[in-house]
């Protein structure tokens, strides 16, 4: 099964470069059926081989990801699949194994709490020059498989801090698809193991968070230790290191008790509602 991620992996990467199999073969010093064969999972590619094709796809510097299904290191998922951006996709299988994410986005609403109108114009207002409205699309419903991790038996819990700037300046042009998210949140903001809180004005609070959005992960294995995401321009970036981990648990522990209660959420909310035309 392995062999056969892989493979389709590597053409859907070939293709997204705009690369012919003859120009890519060409380019990599290989045969056109050597790349014939690695695509249609008939050979098994030599890392070498991977690591020159992803280079010449732009994609280098994930080879280890790619690397570690060839070597049958880890077992396949739906984060895997072609269409999930490579870049996202270690970050997304850590994210599926959570037991517990806390997480604050500054300026929107956290892909796990997004309706799929907010998440396609989070998308759109977010594309980088030459991006296609396709391209938004497939990352909409990106977020959309995503938030199916919040539906399954014995799922992980959510802790989100939400910014007031993410209520108030949505990316959101219609005032339907704004009540829509703001009904969305009071709902999640009512179930068991979701935690919605609304950070206070800074000149309430004290507290000024001062860096990227970012994930905390902690799993059920009690020897694996919580990874931290930075959710950067591009892409995210795990990061593992033991300090920074604590430094930024440090820092959700202050947005949180600095934030409004959780119990306070949906009267926020509806505040928020209420100045909106119905």
Not at 113 to 120: E, I, K, R, S
Not at 136 to 150: D, F, K, P, S, T
Request: proline share 8%; net charge negative; with cysteine.
């Amino acid at each position: 099964m392995q062999l056969s991620v892989v493979a389709a992996r590597l053409c859907s990467l070939r293709a997204a470069a705009r690369l012919s199999m003859k120009s890519a073969a060409d380019a990599a010093g290989l045969n056109t059926s050597t790349i014939f064969r690695i695509e249609h999972g008939l050979v098994a590619p030599r890392e070498a081989t991977v690591r020159t094709l992803l280079e010449l796809y732009g994609h280098g510097e994930h080879s280890p990801r790619l690397l570690s299904l060839l070597r049958e290191e880890r077992v396949p998922g739906w984060y895997d699949a072609p269409g999930v951006p490579l870049a996202l996709s270690a970050f997304l299988e850590m994210e599926d194994q959570a037991q517990i994410i806390y997480t604050y986005c500054p300026m929107q609403v956290p892909a796990l709490l997004q309706t799929p109108a907010y998440a396609l114009s989070a998308a759109l207002a977010g594309l980088p020059a030459g991006a296609t409205y396709e391209q938004a699309a497939g990352a909409a419903e990106l977020v959309a498989v995503r938030q199916r991790v919040l539906d399954r038996h014995q799922g992980p819990h959510l802790w989100a801090v939400l910014d007031r700037a993410a209520l108030s300046d949505p990316p959101l042009g219609r005032t339907e698809d704004r009540l829509a998210q703001l009904d969305a949140l009071t709902k999640a903001a009512r179930q068991p193991h979701l935690a919605v809180q609304v950070a206070r004005p800074v000149s309430e609070s004290g507290y000024l968070y001062q860096g990227p959005p970012f994930t905390l992960l902690r799993f059920p294995q009690q020897e694996r230790p919580d990874a931290l995401v930075l959710h950067l321009l591009h892409a995210p970036i795990v990061v593992e290191d033991r300090r920074r981990v604590e430094e930024h648990q440090q820092a959700f522990a202050r947005l949180s008790l600095s934030a409004l209660p959780v119990e306070s959420t949906p009267d926020v909310l509806d505040g928020v509602r209420a100045t909106l035309p119905h």
